[in-house]
C-alpha cells in the first residue's frame, strides 16, 4: 500500500505584488499529524504563504496540495477541511462567547442540539466556560485568541492554520494558546504556524522553515537548525584529576578547563557524536561526574541565516 500524500505541499510556490518579489520559488512538505512552522521576520511573507494555501490569494506559480485539493480551483471542496486564524481575529466582540461559537455552529449547519454540545465542549476546552455568558469585548487578549482558535474548530478540521496565534499576547496567555494548539496535533490535526517567536517554533514544532528574502533559508527540527551554526560542544566534567588529564590526551581536539576538571568537545553534539564519546570513556575506563551537552538557540541561528537579530 502506498503512503499517503502529506496533507499539505507546495512546489515552487511564487508570489509577487508588482515589483515586489514576496514568495521566490519555496517548496513546502508538511506530513499529516504534524505541526509546521513558518519562521521568518516582518514582512518575510508568512501570511502570503496562508493566505495562499487557504485559498485566500493566487500564487503566480507553483504547485499546491492542501488535502489533496487545488486551493486555486477547489476551494470549495477545501473549506470544510481546513480552519484559519488570523492575526486579526474573527471574533464579533459586541457577542459573548457562547454566542460567538454557536453563531459559527449555525453556519456550518450543525443540528441544534449537536450546537449546544459542540460549543459546550469548545468552551471547556479552552477554559471559557466561566466567560462564555460575558461580552467578549471585556475578554482579555488571550482569552479571545482561544475564543478564536475555538471558533476555528468547531467544524473539526483536520488541517489548521494559524497565522501568529500569540503575537502580541503576554506570556501566560501565550503558553495557554501552545497548550491548545499543541492538543490539536496530539488528537490529529496538522498544523501549519507562522510566527516571529523563535521559541515558539522551538516549542511546538515537529518541523522548522525559515523564510527570508522569499526564500526558505534553512529547514528541519530544532535540534538540526541549531546544529547549524557554531558553538555546539559536549561538556565532559571529572571528579578525579587523573581522570580528567588522560580525557584530555584521549580528546585531542577538546579545550579543557583545567580550573573546573571540565573538557569541552566541539562538534554537533548529535546522537552518533555522543555515542563516540561514550564509547571512547567506556573504553579508557574513564568516570565522568557530568555530561552536559551544549547547542546554540535558534535565536544564534536566525542571526547567522539572516544575518539580523531575531525580532
Ligand atoms: N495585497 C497586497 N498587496 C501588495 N503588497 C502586499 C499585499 N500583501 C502583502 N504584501 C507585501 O508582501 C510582503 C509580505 O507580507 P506578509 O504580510 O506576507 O508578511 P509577513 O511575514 O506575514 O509579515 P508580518 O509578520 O508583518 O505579518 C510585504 O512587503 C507586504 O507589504
Not at 455552529?105 to 476546552?125: C, M, P, Q
Amino acid at each position: 500500500m502506498s503512503s499517503p500524500g502529506p496533507a499539505i505541499s507546495a512546489a515552487r510556490l511564487s508570489k509577487s505584488f508588482g515589483d515586489n518579489t514576496v514568495l521566490d520559488g519555496i517548496d513546502i512538505s508538511v506530513p499529516a499529524g504534524t505541526m509546521y512552522a513558518l519562521l521568518g521576520p516582518n514582512g518575510a511573507g508568512k501570511t502570503t504563504v496562508v493566505r495562499i494555501l487557504a485559498g485566500l490569494c493566487r500564487a503566480d506559480a507553483g504547485d499546491i496540495r492542501v488535502a489533496g485539493a487545488d486551493p486555486r480551483t477547489e476551494r470549495d471542496a477545501m473549506s470544510t477541511t481546513i480552519g484559519l486564524t488570523g492575526q486579526f481575529t474573527a471574533v464579533d466582540t459586541q457577542l459573548t462567547g457562547r454566542e460567538n461559537l454557536t453563531l459559527v455552529a449555525r453556519l456550518l449547519h450543525l443540528h441544534k442540539t449537536a450546537v449546544r454540545t459542540r460549543v459546550a465542549a469548545l468552551l471547556d476546552e479552552f477554559d471559557l466556560t466561566g466567560a462564555a455568558d460575558r461580552r467578549v469585548g471585556e475578554y482579555s487578549g488571550g482569552m479571545t485568541r482561544r475564543l478564536d482558535l475555538a471558533m476555528t474548530l468547531v467544524g473539526r478540521p483536520s488541517i489548521i492554520f494559524l497565522d501568529e496565534p500569540t503575537t502580541g499576547l503576554d506570556p501566560r496567555s501565550r503558553h495557554a494558546v501552545w497548550n491548545a494548539v499543541r492538543r490539536l496535533v496530539d488528537e490529529g490535526a496538522t498544523v501549519f504556524l507562522t510566527t516571529q517567536y523563535l521559541d515558539e517554533a522551538d516549542h511546538l514544532a515537529d518541523h522548522i522553515a525559515v523564510l527570508d528574502h522569499g526564500r526558505i533559508v534553512a529547514e528541519g527540527t530544532a535540534d538540526e537548525l541549531k546544529r547549524l551554526v557554531p558553538g555546539a560542544h559536549v561538556r565532559l566534567e571529572f571528579a578525579d584529576a587523573g581522570d580528567f588529564f588522560r580525557a584530555v590526551r584521549i580528546f585531542g581536539s577538546a579545550i579543557p578547563d583545567e580550573d573546573a576538571f571540565a573538557l569541552d568537545i566541539p562538534g554537533d553534539a548529535g546522537v552518533d557524536a555522543l555515542r563516540e564519546i561514550l564509547a571512547a570513556l567506556d573504553a579508557a575506563g574513564l568516570d565522568v561526574s557530568r555530561l552536559s551537552v551544549h547547542t546554540p538557540d535558534l535565536d544564534d541561528v536566525f542571526l547567522t541565516l539572516t544575518g539580523r537579530p531575531a525580532a
